[in-house]
């Protein structure tokens, strides 16, 4: 027993395919799934302040570490990620943002 669609869409098990139903690959082919929304400037902006507070995050902890073992050689290189994370922040929120100055 195999699984088709009927005209109006009704999902039914048959021996055989009757005429005028079609099997799912066939369906999904004529009904495909609709492209999900694009994303809002706030959810991506939302995604980037995440994504932002987890680096700082890591690198704090790092420097934390640098700092405990008096490492100031990985100290000075932690501080150097931390201002390019800062500016590359800077750089993809304003780009976000002019994105949401388009779709207005």
Excluded at 46 to 61: G, I, P, S, T, W
Aim: charged share 35%; glycine share 4%.
């Amino acid at each position: 027993m195999a699984k088709y669609y009927s005209p109006t869409g009704n999902l039914e098990v048959w021996g055989e395919k009757p005429e005028n139903y079609y099997t799912v690959e066939e369906w999904q082919e004529m009904h495909p799934a609709p492209e999900p929304p694009e994303p809002t400037t706030d959810e991506k902006l939302n995604v980037l302040d995440a994504q932002y507070e987890a680096d700082k995050e890591r690198l704090r902890k790092a420097y934390q570490d640098a700092m405990i073992y008096g490492d100031t050689d990985r100290m000075e290189s932690i501080k150097a990620d931390l201002a390019a994370l800062d500016a590359q922040y800077d750089e993809d929120y304003a780009a976000i943002e002019s994105e949401g100055d388009d779709d207005e």
